[in-house]
């Protein structure tokens, strides 16, 4: 079975600082890994997503992650962040051969606080 | 239609009313999941829709929890006898294929008084 861990369930930082939220995965297959966004009182929408080949991927609004195979890590960051990525950030998991397990798997999300 | 459209975007039921949740996909996505979201709990699955088809259903959290799909289209989730613990809001996503992400509807506010 796999899983996700956002350990931080609130990062604080002032505008224009860099930020990192972390996330950490289990599984025992090849995966596909996404990033997911959603603002207050609105629907999540997608940031950016692992499939193969690079492993930083590049996303909307400045955003960009790093698959580490070995420490079953992708991780997000944004080197300068603006009072509007204020949000909660979601990591998720998918094994990539689908089949009846195919579906994202969730962590329990990132709120993401910028202070000016 | 351009998106995931979902109905009603806000219930208010008495417990142990049933309910009806809608979700009306991407035309074209085969796949169709139901997510739940509760405050500080992140999204948990329910079930997954392939055409018609549910290949997975593991995350319905009881006999009262049930939904359909048809013309592999519109999905319906149908919750029974209504509980506070249903309180939550509903999530429906499509997808073309897992490799693409999902495409999330606004969602539904289900409030159980």
């Known amino acids: 079975a796999q899983s996700v861990t956002q350990l931080d369930s609130q990062v604080p930082v002032f505008e224009e600082a860099p930020v990192e939220l972390r996330c950490n995965y289990s599984s025992s297959v090849s995966v596909y890994l996404f990033w997911y966004v959603q603002y207050p009182n609105q629907g999540l929408q997608l940031l950016l997503k692992?499939?193969?080949?690079?492993?930083l991927v590049k996303g909307i609004n400045g955003f960009e992650a790093e698959f580490n195979k070995s420490q079953t890590s992708f991780h997000l960051r944004k080197p300068s962040v603006h009072i509007s990525d204020t949000a909660e950030y979601f990591c998720a998991v998918s094994d990539r051969y689908g089949g009846a397990t195919n579906k994202l798997i969730f962590g329990t999300g990132t709120l993401l606080a910028v202070q000016p | 239609g351009a998106g995931v459209s979902q109905s009603p975007s806000n219930k208010v039921t008495e417990k142990g009313k049933d309910v009806e949740l809608r979700c009306d996909p991407i035309s074209g996505h085969t796949a169709l999941y139901w997510y739940r979201q509760s405050l500080g709990q992140g999204l948990e699955f329910l079930i997954y829709?392939?055409?018609?088809?549910?290949?997975?259903k593991s995350g319905l959290p009881s006999d009262r929890f049930s939904a359909e799909r048809t013309g592999g289209s519109v999905s319906t989730l149908t919750i029974q006898r209504t509980q506070q613990e249903d309180s939550a809001v509903y999530l429906c996503a499509s997808s073309p294929q897992i490799r693409d992400g999902y495409t999330f509807g606004s969602g539904t506010r289900l409030t159980v008084v």
């Open positions: 692992y499939l193969s080949g690079s492993t």
């Open positions: 829709f392939q055409g018609n088809s549910a290949p997975d």
